[in-house]
């Protein structure tokens, strides 16, 4: 039986290559699954850094996730992230130096929102936005890689690990049965997040890996929370494009972090933002956490509902008390609007490692995870600049000590999930740590693999 599974799954025999010191086979290809900020930040430096590394991005118009921009009404608009902090030097030198981004917050036209009252925000952080949106940012990172794009790894059987040589396949559209080929790598990247990425690995052998992608959706974290059961936690954000007549709006501000109105926590004008003509002015309201659980419904499904008639309604009513228009105004006037539920929205608990690192990377099973929840800086948490620092910190690593675990430990003595407070989105809660896994991933006798198998604490990592 496992010599006919073997016949039918494994990848043909692996190309020869160069050797490592003390005989062991050099990684030469990695598969990275998620084409946003983390996922290519980490292709781009594996790619300058010798290897070659191929990104798999469901994006149809572009990879960046929720860093992408789009065009609506004959404007860019940012309807997700809406800027990018520089703490890093690195980071901030690359930003300065890329032509894609200008500096943002510095003219008294940022600041929070309160009943109708504007006050410029001077934190000292520095803040940067795309002279052509979010996705600016997003296309500067691309350029020159190996994008794999509009292309979805199913998390069923989508990802598997090779019994005889622990390379790591891909299930891609291809000529094969169902219309489906196997790509095989050396070694692979989870660079997204959410119930995919848990699916993606649960029948693996990384059961440490996907111990670390268990995924909670929540606007807070329990109080009295059980030993041993932390979990990467996200809360949802319903994101409101508007379009209404020039004039309309108040002129005091281009962009605000809204106070004191439970259904809102941001409001920008993409038309002054990023410096855009017309006849009209396109606006982006993002909802609080609870409003957006509160009111969650499919987004697939959301269109043309009376669900996404409800909160939009909802919605333009707090925009109207936060900035100060009579009751009815935007409703009365608004041209267009375009609702989205932004479903994997920020990270409320961010994962801080026992060895204090930006990623996570399994050396026995040659898989590690990049984002911006995994975060040695409490300040940096849900951030692009974290998304960019895992990436390539963790592409430094996979080409440097692949051999090495690092950022992977579990159990009591591990590493432990921590709250976040990020920019929107709040969590009050305690630090907690995770059970270490079962030898035996799900879905026994599925395709699993082999390779070196999760040991518990015998396999983690020593400082």
Same mark, same amino acid.
């Given at each position: 039986?496992?010599?006919? +599974?073997?016949?039918? *799954?494994?990848?043909?025999? /692996?190309?020869?290559?160069?050797? /490592?010191?003390?005989?062991?086979? @050099?990684?030469? $290809?990695?598969?990275v699954i998620g084409g946003g900020v983390a996922g290519l930040a980490c292709a781009r430096r594996l790619g300058a850094l010798g290897l070659k590394a191929t990104v798999f991005d469901t994006g149809?118009?572009?990879?960046g996730g929720r860093a992408s921009s789009? $065009?609506?009404?004959?404007?860019?608009?940012d309807h997700a992230s809406q800027f990018v902090t520089a703490t890093d030097k690195d980071f901030a030198e690359l930003l300065a130096s890329s032509g894609a981004v200008r500096p943002f917050g510095k003219d008294g036209r940022f600041g929070t929102?309160?009943? /109708? *009252?504007?006050?410029?925000?001077?934190?000292? &952080?520095?803040? +940067?936005?795309?002279?052509e949106g979010m996705g600016g940012i997003v296309r500067m990172l691309a350029e020159g890689l190996d994008i794999q794009q509009d292309v979805w790894v199913p998390p069923s059987n989508g990802l598997q690990c090779s019994r005889s040589d622990g390379r790591w396949g891909i299930t891609v559209p291809g000529p094969g049965p169902q219309g489906r080929e196997v790509k095989w790598f050396d070694a692979a990247?989870? /660079?997204? *997040?959410?119930?995919?990425?848990? @699916?993606? $690995?649960?029948?693996?052998?990384?059961?440490? &890996?996907?111990?670390?992608? @268990? $995924?909670n959706f929540a606007c807070s974290l329990p109080r009295n929370p059980r030993p041993g059961s932390g979990r990467f936690t996200l809360n949802q954000i319903y994101s409101l494009l508007l379009e209404v007549p020039s004039g309309l709006m108040p002129a005091s501000f281009d962009a605000a972090f809204v106070e004191d109105e439970p259904i809102l926590r941001w409001l920008s004008s993409n038309t002054a933002k990023l410096r855009q003509g017309g006849d009209g002015e396109v606006w982006t309201a993002l909802s609080s956490a609870p409003f957006g659980k509160q009111h969650k419904a499919p987004q697939?499904?959301?269109?043309?509902?009376?669900k996404e008639t409800e909160v939009v309604e909802l919605m333009l009513s707090a925009v109207e008390r936060a900035a100060g228009l009579a009751r009815g105004s935007l409703l009365g006037k608004v041209r267009a609007t375009k609702l989205q539920l932004w479903g994997a929205a920020l990270p409320i608990t961010r994962w801080a490692s026992r060895d204090a690192v930006d990623f996570a990377w399994s050396a026995g099973h040659r898989i590690g995870i990049a984002g911006d929840w995994l975060s040695a800086t409490p300040a940096r948490a849900s951030t692009i600049e974290a998304a960019w620092l895992s990436g390539v910190r963790l592409a430094e690593h996979v080409a440097r000590a692949a051999e090495e675990d690092a950022g992977i430990q579990l159990g009591q003595d591990g590493g432990v999930f921590i709250p976040v407070d990020a920019d929107f989105g709040t969590a009050a809660g305690e630090a907690v740590w995770v059970t270490e896994p079962a030898d035996e991933p799900k879905g026994k006798g599925k395709g699993r693999g082999s390779g070196k198998g999760w040991k518990g604490k015998a396999a983690k990592s020593s400082r």
């Open positions: 039986m496992r010599q006919r +599974w073997q016949r039918r *799954n494994d990848p043909p025999p /692996a190309a020869s290559s160069d050797m /490592a010191e003390g005989g062991k086979k @050099r990684l030469a $290809t990695v598969a149809k118009r572009g990879p789009r $065009t609506w009404r004959g404007q860019l608009c929102l309160s009943k /109708a *009252n504007f006050e410029p925000l001077q934190d000292g &952080v520095e803040r +940067w936005i795309g002279l990247v989870i /660079a997204h *997040n959410g119930k995919c990425a848990e @699916r993606l $690995t649960s029948s693996t052998p990384a059961q440490e &890996v996907h111990a670390l992608l @268990r $995924t697939e499904f959301l269109e043309g509902t009376p």
